[in-house]
């Protein structure tokens, strides 16, 4: 289960595809094939794949344990063709930190 809290000392990954709406789901599908492979290197500790409403975007929002681990990923998905998924949008990957977080007090 993904848990997004302060002071975890993980590390964020937000990437987000700009894409065309007949490409949506192609981004989708070949971004699948590829975590199925990544998510089993160490480092990866979750990730969630969104699609927009409007078909024109793809995010990925992932937590690794270490900057050093997200390097690795990204090279290891480098090296083995993972990253073509490329081919149906354009990545725009960050690294972040989580400094605050909000929940609705329950009723």
């Known amino acids: 289960m993904i848990s997004i809290a302060r002071d975890t000392g993980l590390v964020t990954v937000i990437n987000s595809f700009t ?3 007949g490409q949506q789901d192609n981004l989708v599908s070949a971004w699948r094939d590829a975590a199925a492979e990544l998510g089993k290197l160490p480092g990866l500790v ?3 794949l969104h699609k927009s409403l409007d078909g024109t975007r793809v995010v ?9 681990d997200w ?3 990204r090279k290891v998905g480098q090296s083995k063709g993972y ?25």
């Open 19 to 21: 894409c065309e709406p």
């Open 46 to 48: 979750s990730a969630a």
């Open 60 to 68: 990925n929002y992932a937590q690794v344990r270490s900057l050093e």
């Open 71 to 73: 390097e690795n990923l």
């Open 83 to 107: 990253f073509s998924v490329m081919k149906f949008g354009t990545p725009d990957a960050h690294v972040y930190e989580v400094v605050d977080t909000r929940e609705r007090p329950a009723d």
